[in-house]
């Protein structure tokens, strides 16, 4: 298969990256002719952004500062970068999912109706069953407020969320759901014991 592959793009003047950008853009075209939304990872775009399709919706998930060049291009992104939230990585806290903002860099209101949304995306690498409701909640609970509350009534300060999302993590236990405490980095034990909404 890989010398026929060989074969085939020596045979059309194709390196590796054409051979991906014509593969990327006749899948888009055939999605769209069907009628479906085309979401490509934001490598699309870092590579060959001018050729993908006004109706592409990019998934920023490696930097940053992706988010404001996609929008400024025209097309649609959801947020989803790795160094904020990411659940398995570990090292990230809450209060750092919470603060995360997606409309970063992008000030033309315009261009931030682009943004259609973001996602918290977990990984199977460092998790399996004994862990992972741990590893999700209650991070992607600061996530989904960050995402879901309109930008001025976000805090500024992570102390004023501290305790609802507290009592939203205690909510989860109550009903079965092995929800991690605030204190600490993602899967944290309790730090010591007492009533739920302190840990």
């Known amino acids: 298969i890989i010398l026929f592959m060989a074969h085939r793009l020596n045979n059309n003047h194709m390196n590796v990256s054409d051979a991906y950008r014509y593969f990327v853009l006749r899948a888009q075209k055939i999605a769209i002719s069907h009628g479906y ?86 990984w199977g690498e460092q998790i399996d069953a004994s862990d992972i409701e741990q590893t999700i909640w209650p991070r992607a609970a600061a996530a989904a407020e960050r995402l879901w509350s309109p930008l001025e009534q976000i805090a500024e300060d992570t102390r004023s969320a501290t305790s609802r999302l507290s009592r939203f993590r205690c909510l989860l236990n109550q009903r079965g759901v092995a929800a991690a405490p605030l204190a600490g980095n993602g899967r944290t034990a309790p730090y010591e014991p007492g009533p739920c909404v302190r840990q």
């Not at 998934?59 to 404001?68: E, F, Q, S």
């Not at 261009?111 to 995306?121: F, S, Y």
Request: hydrophobic share 40%; aromatic share 10%.
């Open 37 to 122: 939304e085309v979401i490509n990872w934001e490598e699309t775009f870092n590579n060959f952004g001018d050729k993908l399709d006004r109706k592409t919706v990019v998934h920023n998930w490696l930097g940053g500062d992706v988010a404001p060049k996609v929008v400024a291009a025209g097309l649609r992104c959801i947020v989803s970068n790795q160094d904020k939230w990411y659940l398995d990585h570990l090292d990230a806290t809450w209060e750092g999912f919470y603060l995360n903002e997606p409309l970063k860099g992008i000030n033309n209101t315009e261009q931030q109706r682009l943004v259609i949304g973001g996602e918290v995306c977990m």
